[in-house]
């Protein structure tokens, strides 16, 4: 069983920056494909981003593509979502997830990650 914490949620305005934290005390953690979702109130949950266990490739959501950036730090088990020039749109809540060996053609598929976060808020005002 892999916990996974999510941090770094809050509430700012349009423009602002936020970065998110996903804490996973695992040893084999380097094995791990990470990504980060988010579900709005009355909407299906989206994906935001992920990087696949075996590279430093990066995969991206539409809605988010250049202004976000995931990356991992395998020596202290964690992965970051650094969010940039956020909008209104960007409210959520935001999930980390993780995939023992998942692969690149898989990362965008909720269905497919065993782990899940709580979750973190964050609300981006207008």
């Known amino acids: 069983q892999v916990q996974l914490v999510e941090s770094g949620g809050g509430l700012v305005q349009a423009g602002a920056s936020l970065r998110l934290s996903c804490a996973a005390p695992v040893r084999t953690f380097e094995r791990y494909s990470m990504a980060w979702f988010r579900q709005a109130p009355g909407k299906e949950r989206e994906f935001v981003a992920a990087m696949p266990w075996s590279s430093y490739l990066t995969k991206y959501g539409d809605a988010v593509q250049g202004r976000f950036t995931i990356s991992r730090d395998n020596a202290r088990n964690a992965t970051f979502l650094q969010m940039n020039n956020l909008k209104p749109e960007d409210t959520a809540v935001y999930y980390c997830?993780?995939?023992?060996?998942?692969?690149?053609?898989?990362?965008?598929?909720?269905?497919?990650?065993?782990?899940w976060g709580q979750g973190t808020q964050v609300t981006v005002s207008s």
């Open positions: 997830a993780a995939h023992y060996l998942l692969g690149f053609s898989g990362l965008g598929n909720p269905g497919r990650y065993d782990y």
